[in-house]
């Protein structure tokens, strides 16, 4: 296996323990304000959103974390070529859904915009939001890596057909 497929392993493990532990990171330990306000609610309601969370979590996790896996493990360890290209998609997609759904759902006033300068402002907009956490910008070196290993110079013969 070329180096950089070894790296690319490494970072695949690396992404996917990222992933679970800001996706149980909420769950797990929820902040002062989030305690604060199931304490004001009703017993039952706070299990039924206590279960709908932890449901949320694991709907997160298969969609965004078996295509991940599954790809990762095709393109390093079954030769498939067309996996690096599927993992591109299944880590550019969420980057790009998001600020679509923010722009077409919960812009203020749509009527005063124009197409095109509501998506790239909400885009810009939601960038702007995560641009203080810094795990945003982990997330986003992360997937960058992911996206740039298999494609090096040194990976390309690992992907060719043998005869």
């Known amino acids: 296996m070329p180096r950089s497929m070894q790296c690319f392993v490494g970072l695949s493990l690396v992404y996917i323990l990222w992933f679970c532990f800001w996706t149980l990171f909420p769950l797990l330990w929820p902040t002062a304000h989030e305690l604060e306000t199931l304490a004001k609610l009703p017993l039952p309601l706070r299990h039924a959103i206590e279960q709908?969370?932890?449901?949320?979590?694991?709907l997160?996790?298969?969609f965004f974390l078996l295509p991940v896996i599954a790809f990762a493990a095709l393109a390093s360890f079954g030769r498939q070529g067309w996996a690096r290209w599927g993992l591109v998609i299944v880590l550019v997609l969420p980057e790009v859904l998001w600020p679509l759904y923010i722009g077409f759902h919960y812009w203020p006033q749509?009527?005063?915009h124009p197409m095109m300068y509501r998506l790239l402002s909400a885009w810009l907009q939601s960038f702007r939001f995560d641009a203080a956490h810094w795990a945003m910008w982990v997330r986003?070196?992360?997937?960058?890596?992911l996206i740039v290993v298999p494609f090096l110079p040194?990976?390309?013969p690992w992907f060719r057909k043998t005869a």
């Open 52 to 58: 709908g969370e932890r449901i949320g979590a694991l």
């Open 60 to 62: 997160r996790a298969a």
């Open 110 to 112: 749509p009527q005063y």
């Open 140 to 145: 986003i070196a992360l997937k960058l890596a």
């Open 154 to 156: 040194d990976a390309r």
